[in-house]
């Protein structure tokens, strides 16, 4: 038994079950899947599952740790079902959850096998072959020995045998389609509650489906990184466009917006475009902004006139280098005097 699981779930017994209630419970799954007895590939780890949360309702302090914590009933309080909630992870892109969309979600869930009615043991009308042992009642041991067969206890032949279908669990995935609304403005992170949605655990029979809870997680955008209700989004924008400065296209979630870029320099490369990032839930909740960050990017090789244009700007500068680019005219003006040796 795993520790944390619940011993009188395991049990399938109420959280105020009198001790003679959970003997009997016991005694009941511990025959059903005494291994000697029952052939299931899983009968010796249900075996091992039922004596253990026996076990542990057997010591008082236990017992009462575990009826405190299923929710504090005391002995006589009316049975109260076992709920399971789950969370699963619903991926969205930016769009389904800015703008709302409808999600199909596949959700596997456990049903009673019907094949043997939930009791993961076919019961035959003759008997039919030991598949352990292929009938012949004994299964090869280490060091070239054989042993009786313990899935038929050496007599080779069953009237029962582990159902196919369900492995012998009992219970088998079946996939459950749930159309899900998603609301529009919905965050990373956030949860969508579907009442009563949960899947059902294997095995549980006192269990009743609780919530299911969706979390929101966003999918890579190639465009925006979504920070909180923020959108971000680095624009590459030519050396010479942000120089000159003027009108950058540059785009939201559902179309193109426009930032005037002023003429070099800017006071930054940041520029935020409010209310065009996520929007809010409602009326009330402002929408976030889109923070666009412009990245220079420069030619990776000149062609003739835009060199020709490049010199003469670089002349027009040096001209005028006192006033525009004082640090070059200082420069200069610590060079010594003579003329240059290196060649043109
Ligand atoms: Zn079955
Ligand atoms: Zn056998």
């Given amino acids: 038994m795993n520790s944390s699981e619940d011993p009188f779930a395991i049990l399938g017994v109420n959280h105020d079950a009198s001790l003679t209630e959970i003997r009997q419970a016991y005694r009941r799954l511990a025959m059903h899947w005494h291994p000697d007895r029952n052939p299931s590939v ?31 009933e005391s002995a006589g309080s009316p049975p109260k079902a076992l709920r399971h909630d789950c969370t699963q992870i619903l991926s969205l892109t930016l769009e389904e959850a800015a703008f709302g969309s409808q999600k199909n979600i596949e959700l596997a869930h456990r049903v009673r096998c019907e094949n043997c009615q939930g009791s993961g043991i076919i019961q035959h009308q003759n008997s039919v072959p030991c598949s352990a042992c292929s009938g012949c009642g004994r299964v090869p041991r280490a060091g070239g020995r054989t042993g009786l067969c313990s ?21 088998r995935e079946d996939l459950r389609t749930l159309n899900v609304i998603v609301p529009s403005g919905v965050l990373e992170g956030e949860r969508l509650r579907l009442a009563g949605q949960a899947p059902l655990p294997a095995g549980n029979e006192t269990a009743t489906a609780g919530d299911l809870y969706l979390e929101i997680k966003f999918l890579a955008h190639p465009l925006f990184v979504a920070e909180g209700k923020d959108l971000l989004c680095e624009v590459p924008v030519s050396i010479y466009r942000l120089l000159a400065g003027g009108a950058v296209e540059v785009p939201t979630l559902n179309s193109l917006a426009r ?86």
């Fill in 42 to 72: 899983v009968a010796e780890t249900e075996f091992k599952r039922a004596n253990a949360a026996y076990a542990s309702l057997l010591d008082p302090q236990q017992l009462a740790a575990w009826r405190m914590a299923v929710g504090g």
């Fill in 151 to 171: 899935g038929c206890g050496g007599r080779g032949y069953l009237r029962k045998s582990a159902c196919p279908t369900c492995a012998a669990s009992g219970w």
């Fill in 259 to 344: 930032i005037d870029l002023p003429a070099y320099p800017q006071p930054s490369l940041e520029f935020r475009l409010p209310g065009l990032g996520l929007p809010g839930k409602h009326i009330d909740d402002s929408a976030g902004d889109l923070v666009v960050h412009f990245e220079s990017v420069y030619p990776n090789r000149l062609v003739e006139h835009e060199l020709e244009l490049l010199n003469r700007l670089d002349h027009a500068l040096l001209s005028d280098c006192q006033q525009r680019a004082p640090s070059l005219a200082a420069w200069q003006a610590q060079l010594p005097t003579h003329s240059s040796t290196s060649a043109d």
